[in-house]
C-alpha cells in the first residue's frame, strides 16, 4: 500500500486528459487571423492575451500584469509580467507586443476580426519603454479600447516574423499560455499539453484533446458515449434528455445567456425596405412569444435593440415590437401597399412586395424561423422567398450588402459600442453596417457613446441609442437563445462566465479538473513523445 | 407463341408473369395517382384535413395519433399531408428528370450512332467528360450555381444523367443502322430525320426504357440526397427528401420523422428498380 492523497470532489487534482468538441476545424492556429470563435476557443489555451477578462467580463492582468492609461486616453502603457515565456523557453518582450499590433493592423493580413478594435491605433508613437514596458498610443481616446487588448494574442517575433506570417502558422504554434501544440490533424483532431516550464499558476489538466465533431446529434452521441466530455446541445435534446435519470448522474446539464443576439437584417438599399413602416410591418408578423415557447421552450428572451439584458447599456423601457399582423397590414396600406387586383399579394406602382430571405443552409433552426415568417406574411399578402446559403457564402454577400434580407446573429463584444455595425460611416466594405443605416441622430450618439469615458454618461447615451434603434428598426431583432451545454460529470470546477459561457474568460476553462479515479481518457501514448501514435 | 403478337404485347405477357413486379407497378401507379391528386385530398377541408404548410408550433413534434395519423414536424405541419404533397414533388422530379436525360441521351446518341465519325468522337468525348465528373458533385455543382428549385434540379439531373441513355442508343444504332429496313428507307430517299427519328429510333427505344426505369428511381434518390444537404426544393415545398432532411436533427424522439418518408422513398425506388428488371428480362429474348 501508498499512501495517498485523500480523494474527494472540492481539492483540484492535477493530471489527466479532457476532450472537448470542435464545432468546426481551426482555419489557422496563427491567433492574429483568427476568424471564428473555434480559432479563438484553441488559441486561448496556446496563447496568453494582453489583458484577461474575469467573470463578470471585466479586464485582469495577464501578459501584461499591470497598466496605465494617460488623462487623455490615448496612451496605453503595459507593464509585461517579468516570468513570462514562449514554449520555446524565450521571455516575452515588450517587441513581441508591437510585431504583434503592427501584423494586427496590417491591411495585407487580413486580420478583419480583430484589426476592427485597432483602427485609432498610432503606430509611430507606440515604443518600447523598458525591457518590461510598452507604450501604445491610439489617435482616438476610445472608451472601448482596453478590452480590444484581450484580442491581442502576443506572438514570439523571432518565430513569427521568419517565412510567410499567412501560411507557415496555420499548423504551428509557439505562444505564452499554459499549453503547447502536441499535434493537429486537420479536420480532426489538436492536441494540447500542459507546459511544465508554464510561467503563471498552472491549469490543472495534463491534455486537452479537441476533436473535430462538426454534427450536433453526433457530437451529442459521443458524449454520452463518453467519447467526448462537452458539447453544446441544442435546446431540443435539452428539453428531451436533461431530465432523464439516468443521464442527470452523469452530466452536467448547464444553460446560460451569452453575449449574442438573432435579428433580420433589411437592406435599405432595397426600396422595399427603405421605409421604417415597412420594417416595423414585416418585424411584427413573427409571433416571438410562441417561438420562445415552443421553439426553445422558454429558454430564449425576446430582444428590444441591440443591447441584451445582461448589458448595461440595455434600455429595460424599450418595448419589444408585438406579434400583430393585422397592425402590419395597416401599417403597409399605410405605406402604399394594397392588394388592388385581389390577387392576395400586396402591390404599389403594379409592383409586388416580393423578396428573397437568406437563411444558412444546415441551420435548422433559422430555416424554422424563416419558415414561420413566410407563413405569416403569406397571410397578409407578403411574398417571401427562404433562400438557403452555405455558410461561407451567406457571410460573403451579407458583409458586402448583397443581400435583400437575411436571418443571423451577432457576436458582441463586451463593450456596447455600436460605430461598426449602425453608424453610417461604417458602409459596407469598410464596416459592418450591413443594413445601410443611416440616421444622423443615432450617429451622434454612436459617436458620443464610444468618445465618452465617464461609465455613468455612457450608460444614458446608449439609453437613448436602444429608444432610437428601437423606433426605426434597421434590424428586426429577434430574440436571444440562451446557450445549452452539456458536460461531463467526472469534469470538475466547470463555472459559468457572465456573457461569455464556459470559456475564454479567466480562469474559464483553465480551473477544469478531473478527479485522478476518472480519468478514462488517459492513455500512455499520450505521455510519451509528441507525435508517437496512439 | 403467335406471330400474331406484337413486340409489345409480348413484353408485357412475359412482364406479367412475374408477380413482385405487377405489384411494384400497381403500387407505382398508386403513388402517382395520390401525387396526382394531392392538391385535392390534403387540404384544410379534404380526406387529409391540413394544409401541407400550415404551421402550428404548439403542436410541434407530435407523435402519430387520431388527429395527425403519422405525427407532425419541427413547424407542427401535418407529416401525412406533406407527405402526400412530398410524393407529387418527388415523382415529377424522378420522371421529369428521366424524361430530359431520355430526350437529350437519345438525340446525342441517335446522332452520334448514326453518322459515326466525327460527330461519333464528339459526343464519345463529351459523354466522357460529363462522366468525369462524380455524379453527386456535378448536380450540386449545378444546383448552388443557380437557385435550387424545383426546376434547375429537374434540369441539373437530367443533363447529368443522360450519358448511359445516349450509349444505350449509340451502341442499338451503329447495331441496327446497316439492317435492310434502315436500308430500305435510305434507298427510298428519305431524309437523315426521317430515318432517324421514324424508323431508327423506334427500334432502338426499348433497352434505353429499362434504364430509364432505374433512372427514375435514381432522380429520387438525389432528389433526397440534394434536400437533405440543403440543396434541395425550396421551403416550404414538401419533398421527401426534405422532410428527411428535417428530421435528422429529431432522430433520437421524432422517429415518424425519420420512418415514413424513408419508408417512402425506399419502396418508391426498390419498386421503380423491380419493374426495370423485370422489363429487362420480359426484353430479351433469350429469357423464353
Known amino acids: 500500500m501508498r499512501l495517498a492523497e485523500p480523494a474527494d470532489d472540492l481539492t483540484p487534482q492535477s493530471g489527466g486528459t479532457l476532450v472537448r468538441r470542435l464545432e468546426s476545424d481551426v482555419v489557422t492556429l496563427n491567433p492574429v487571423l483568427a476568424t471564428s470563435t473555434y480559432d479563438r476557443q484553441v488559441d486561448n489555451y496556446l496563447f496568453t492575451p494582453m489583458v484577461y477578462f474575469d467573470q463578470n467580463l471585466r479586464c485582469i492582468p495577464a501578459l501584461a500584469e499591470k497598466w496605465d492609461i494617460s488623462a487623455d486616453g490615448k496612451i496605453y502603457t503595459f507593464r509585461l509580467n517579468?516570468?513570462?515565456?514562449?514554449?520555446?523557453?524565450?521571455?516575452?518582450?515588450?517587441?513581441?507586443?508591437?510585431?504583434?499590433?503592427?501584423?494586427?493592423?496590417?491591411?495585407?493580413?487580413?486580420?478583419?476580426?480583430?484589426?476592427?478594435?485597432?483602427?485609432?491605433?498610432?503606430?509611430?508613437?507606440?515604443?518600447?519603454?523598458?525591457?518590461?514596458?510598452?507604450?501604445?498610443?491610439?489617435?482616438?481616446?476610445?472608451?472601448?479600447?482596453?478590452?480590444?487588448?484581450?484580442?491581442?494574442?502576443?506572438?514570439?517575433?523571432?518565430?513569427?516574423?521568419?517565412?510567410?506570417?499567412?501560411?507557415?502558422?496555420?499548423?504551428?504554434?509557439?505562444?505564452?499560455g499554459p499549453y503547447r501544440l502536441v499535434r493537429r490533424v486537420p479536420g480532426q483532431e489538436i492536441l494540447l499539453q500542459l507546459r511544465s516550464d508554464y510561467w503563471g499558476p498552472k491549469p490543472y489538466l495534463q491534455n486537452v484533446l479537441f476533436k473535430v465533431i462538426i454534427d450536433a446529434t453526433t457530437a451529442w452521441n459521443a458524449?454520452?458515449?463518453?467519447?467526448?466530455?462537452?458539447?453544446?446541445?441544442?435546446?431540443?435534446?435539452?428539453?428531451?434528455?436533461?431530465?432523464?435519470?439516468?443521464?442527470?448522474?452523469?452530466?452536467?446539464?448547464?444553460?446560460?445567456?451569452?453575449?449574442?443576439?438573432?435579428?433580420?437584417?433589411?437592406?435599405?438599399?432595397?426600396?422595399?425596405?427603405?421605409?421604417?413602416?415597412?420594417?416595423?410591418?414585416?418585424?411584427?408578423?413573427?409571433?416571438?412569444?410562441?417561438?420562445?415557447?415552443?421553439?426553445?421552450?422558454?429558454?430564449?428572451?425576446?430582444?428590444?435593440?441591440?443591447?441584451?439584458?445582461?448589458?448595461?447599456?440595455?434600455?429595460?423601457?424599450?418595448?419589444?415590437?408585438?406579434?400583430?399582423?393585422v397592425g402590419a397590414k395597416r401599417l403597409l396600406n399605410d405605406a402604399g401597399w394594397f392588394d388592388s387586383k385581389n390577387t392576395g399579394v400586396l402591390e404599389r406602382d403594379g409592383k409586388p412586395f416580393k423578396f428573397d430571405m437568406y437563411v444558412f443552409a444546415g441551420g435548422a433552426t433559422s430555416l424554422t424561423f424563416a419558415q414561420l415568417l413566410q407563413e405569416e406574411l403569406k397571410k397578409i399578402g407578403v411574398v417571401m422567398n427562404?433562400?438557403?446559403?452555405?455558410?461561407?457564402?451567406m457571410f460573403q454577400r451579407v458583409l458586402a450588402g448583397n443581400y435583400e434580407s437575411a436571418y443571423i446573429g451577432w457576436n458582441l463584444d463586451p463593450d456596447p459600442d455600436q460605430y461598426v455595425v449602425f453608424d453610417s460611416k461604417s458602409f459596407p466594405p469598410r464596416g459592418q453596417n450591413v443594413v445601410f443605416y443611416s440616421n444622423p441622430v443615432a450617429d451622434q450618439l454612436i459617436e458620443a457613446g464610444r468618445a465618452e469615458l465617464d461609465p455613468s454618461k455612457r450608460v444614458k447615451i446608449y439609453q437613448q441609442l436602444n429608444e432610437v434603434l428601437a423606433e426605426d428598426q434597421p434590424y428586426t431583432w429577434t430574440i436571444q437563445v440562451s446557450v445549452k451545454w452539456a458536460v461531463s460529470k467526472r469534469v470538475k470546477g466547470v463555472k459559468i462566465g457572465r456573457g461569455w459561457g464556459l470559456f475564454t474568460w479567466y480562469p474559464g476553462e483553465f480551473d477544469w479538473w478531473i478527479p485522478r479515479d476518472q480519468r478514462i481518457h488517459d492513455r500512455p501514448a499520450l505521455a510519451q513523445v509528441p507525435g508517437t501514435k496512439r | 407463341m403467335s406471330a400474331s403478337q406484337s413486340m409489345a404485347a409480348l413484353t408485357w405477357s412475359r412482364f406479367c408473369r412475374s408477380r413482385l413486379a405487377t405489384a411494384a407497378l400497381v403500387y407505382v401507379v398508386v403513388v402517382a395517382l395520390v401525387a396526382a391528386i394531392a392538391p385535392l385530398i390534403a387540404n384544410?377541408?379534404?380526406?387529409?384535413?391540413?394544409?401541407?404548410?400550415?404551421?402550428?408550433?404548439?403542436?410541434?413534434?407530435?407523435?402519430?395519433?387520431?388527429?395527425?395519423?403519422?405525427?407532425?414536424?419541427?413547424?407542427?405541419?401535418?407529416?401525412?399531408?406533406?407527405?402526400?404533397?412530398?410524393?407529387?414533388?418527388?415523382?415529377?422530379?424522378?420522371?421529369?428528370?428521366?424524361?430530359?436525360?431520355?430526350?437529350?441521351?437519345?438525340?446525342?446518341?441517335?446522332?452520334?450512332?448514326?453518322?459515326?465519325?466525327?460527330?461519333?468522337?464528339?459526343?464519345?468525348?463529351?459523354?466522357?467528360?460529363?462522366?468525369?465528373?462524380?455524379?453527386?458533385?456535378?448536380?450540386?455543382?449545378?444546383?448552388?450555381?443557380?437557385?435550387?428549385?424545383?426546376?434547375?434540379?429537374?434540369?441539373?439531373?437530367?443533363?447529368?444523367?443522360?450519358?448511359?441513355?445516349?450509349?444505350?442508343?449509340?451502341?442499338?444504332?451503329?447495331?441496327?443502322?446497316?439492317?435492310?429496313?434502315?436500308?430500305?428507307?435510305?434507298?427510298?430517299?428519305?431524309?437523315?430525320?426521317?430515318?432517324?427519328?421514324?424508323?431508327?429510333?423506334?427500334?432502338?427505344?426499348?433497352?434505353?426504357?429499362?434504364?430509364?426505369?432505374?433512372?427514375?428511381?435514381?432522380?429520387?434518390?438525389?432528389?433526397?440526397?440534394?434536400?437533405?444537404?440543403?440543396?434541395?426544393?425550396?421551403?416550404?415545398?414538401?419533398?421527401?427528401?426534405?422532410?428527411?432532411?428535417?428530421?435528422?436533427?429529431?432522430?433520437?424522439?421524432?422517429?415518424?420523422?425519420?420512418?415514413?418518408?424513408?419508408?417512402?422513398?425506399?419502396?418508391?425506388?426498390?419498386?421503380?428498380?423491380?419493374?426495370?428488371?423485370?422489363?429487362?428480362?420480359?426484353?430479351?429474348?433469350?429469357?423464353?
Open chain 1, 82 to 176: 517579468k516570468n513570462a515565456t514562449f514554449s520555446d523557453g524565450t521571455r516575452v518582450l515588450p517587441s513581441d507586443v508591437i510585431f504583434t499590433l503592427k501584423k494586427i493592423v496590417d491591411p495585407e493580413m487580413e486580420a478583419a476580426q480583430i484589426a476592427d478594435g485597432f483602427e485609432e491605433l498610432d503606430l509611430a508613437n507606440t515604443r518600447v519603454v523598458d525591457d518590461r514596458t510598452v507604450a501604445v498610443a491610439f489617435k482616438k481616446a476610445l472608451a472601448s479600447q482596453l478590452i480590444r487588448f484581450n484580442n491581442v494574442l502576443v506572438v514570439p517575433e523571432h518565430v513569427y516574423g521568419k517565412g510567410n506570417f499567412k501560411t507557415d502558422f496555420t499548423s504551428r504554434a509557439v505562444g505564452s
Open chain 1, 223 to 325: 458524449l454520452k458515449h463518453n467519447d467526448i466530455d462537452e458539447t453544446m446541445i441544442s435546446s431540443d435534446v435539452w428539453l428531451r434528455e436533461s431530465r432523464r435519470p439516468e443521464l442527470v448522474k452523469t452530466v452536467d446539464f448547464l444553460r446560460f445567456y451569452t453575449l449574442n443576439y438573432n435579428y433580420v437584417a433589411w437592406n435599405e438599399r432595397n426600396p422595399l425596405f427603405a421605409d421604417k413602416r415597412v420594417r416595423r410591418a414585416l418585424g411584427m408578423c413573427i409571433d416571438l412569444p410562441s417561438i420562445i415557447n415552443n421553439m426553445y421552450h422558454g429558454t430564449a428572451r425576446a430582444m428590444n435593440g441591440p443591447f441584451t439584458p445582461d448589458e448595461w447599456a440595455y434600455n429595460p423601457a424599450v418595448p419589444v415590437l408585438p406579434f400583430d399582423p
Open chain 1, 386 to 393: 427562404v433562400v438557403t446559403l452555405e455558410p461561407a457564402l
Open chain 2, 44 to 288: 384544410e377541408r379534404g380526406v387529409v384535413p391540413f394544409d401541407p404548410n400550415a404551421t402550428d408550433l404548439a403542436h410541434r413534434l407530435e407523435p402519430p395519433d387520431s388527429q395527425h395519423h403519422l405525427g407532425t414536424d419541427d413547424l407542427g405541419r401535418d407529416l401525412l399531408s406533406r407527405m402526400i404533397h412530398g410524393a407529387r414533388v418527388s415523382l415529377a422530379i424522378g420522371l421529369t428528370a428521366t424524361l430530359i436525360s431520355l430526350i437529350v441521351g437519345s438525340f446525342l446518341g441517335a446522332l452520334a450512332g448514326y453518322y459515326g465519325g466525327i460527330v461519333d468522337w464528339l459526343v464519345s468525348r463529351l459523354i466522357e467528360i460529363v462522366l468525369c465528373f462524380p455524379f453527386l458533385f456535378l448536380v450540386l455543382g449545378i444546383v448552388a450555381l443557380f437557385r435550387p428549385s424545383l426546376w434547375t434540379i429537374m434540369i441539373a439531373l437530367g443533363l447529368t444523367s443522360w450519358t448511359t441513355e445516349a450509349r444505350f442508343i449509340r451502341g442499338e444504332f451503329l447495331r441496327i443502322r446497316e439492317m435492310e429496313f434502315a436500308q430500305a428507307a435510305r434507298a427510298s430517299g428519305a431524309r437523315d430525320a426521317r430515318i432517324i427519328f421514324r424508323h431508327l429510333l423506334p427500334n432502338a427505344v426499348a433497352p434505353v426504357l429499362v434504364s430509364a426505369s432505374f433512372g427514375v428511381a435514381n432522380a429520387i434518390l438525389t432528389e433526397s440526397a440534394l434536400s437533405f444537404l440543403g440543396l434541395g426544393v425550396a421551403v416550404p415545398t414538401a419533398s421527401w427528401g426534405s422532410i428527411l432532411s428535417i428530421a435528422e436533427q429529431y432522430i433520437d424522439f421524432a422517429w415518424w420523422l425519420v420512418l415514413f418518408p424513408g419508408l417512402a422513398i425506399f419502396t418508391t425506388v426498390a419498386a421503380f428498380n423491380v419493374i426495370g428488371d423485370r422489363f429487362r428480362d420480359a426484353l430479351d429474348p433469350r429469357s423464353e
